[in-house]
Structure formats: structure tokens, C-alpha cells
């Protein structure tokens, strides 16, 4: 009896486990329009927001590019990649663009709203943004 009962609580332990998914999606959950909401980081620690900056950001994300709107006005159309690279002994997605130099990484805060961070740098700058 005591075998059944530590076979059967072994296995309500096994089912009750659970992975942290947050920050693992396909490339389609990344497609659509994002709006910027704030940037935050870099040397100084500061945060911008289209209150504080008067300007109007938005990504718009197909499944090969990425192309970055500032007031309505084209600044990056840029194909791009999702790949995965090691982040302090962790393995995260990162977008590499093409001809940028710094990988973005990848988080969602929550199923509307994308942190993009500069990768492997302690002072990048974190970029959120909320789906249209």
C-alpha cells in the first residue's frame, strides 16, 4: 500500500511541475504592430516615453522584417532573424537585423506587451512596447 501511495503522489508531483514559458514563442507571436510605451536604461538610468520625447514610435513586424516608425516616418526596414543565444548561463531569443550590430532580446511582459533589450550590455536600454 505504501508503494501505491508514493507512486501515486510521485506522480500528482510530476504533473503539478511546470516549465516557465515567458519568454519562449514562435515568430509568430512577435508579428503585428507594436506601439512604443517607454525606453528605460542606458549610462544614466533615465526613462523616455512619447510624453517625455513628443514623438511616436511604432515596430511593425512581418515575418522576415522589421521596420521602426518614428512620427510616421520610415528609419529601419531591416530583414531580421530570431535566434538563440546564451544570456548569463540562460538561453534566451534574440532578433539579429541585419547590418545593426546589437541583438535585441526578446521578452514578453505579458501577451500584449514586448520588452526588446540591447543583448550583453549592462548599460543597453530596454524598449516597451504594447500590440496595436
Given amino acids: ?18 516549465t516557465n514559458d515567458d519568454d519562449t514563442f514562435t515568430n509568430a507571436d ?5 506601439i512604443w510605451l517607454q525606453t528605460t536604461g542606458g549610462i544614466g538610468g533615465g526613462m523616455d516615453t512619447p510624453e517625455t520625447t513628443g514623438q ?3 515596430l511593425t513586424i512581418s515575418e522576415t522584417t522589421i521596420k521602426e516608425y518614428i512620427d ?3 528609419v529601419i526596414d ?6 538563440l543565444d546564451d544570456y548569463y548561463g540562460e ?18 511582459l505579458d501577451e500584449n506587451t514586448l520588452e526588446l ?14 500590440r496595436e
Fill in 56 to 58: 511616436t514610435i511604432t
Fill in 1 to 18: 500500500m505504501r508503494t501505491i501511495l508514493l507512486l501515486i503522489s510521485m506522480f500528482i508531483s510530476l504533473l503539478s511541475c511546470s
Fill in 72 to 74: 510616421g516616418e520610415l
Fill in 91 to 108: 538561453q534566451v531569443q534574440v532578433i539579429i537585423m541585419e547590418d545593426i550590430a546589437i541583438g535585441q532580446r526578446i521578452r514578453y
Fill in 30 to 34: 512577435i508579428l503585428g504592430d507594436w
Fill in 78 to 83: 531591416a530583414n531580421y532573424t530570431i535566434e
Fill in 117 to 130: 533589450s540591447s543583448h550583453n550590455m549592462f548599460d543597453g536600454f530596454q524598449h516597451v512596447y504594447a
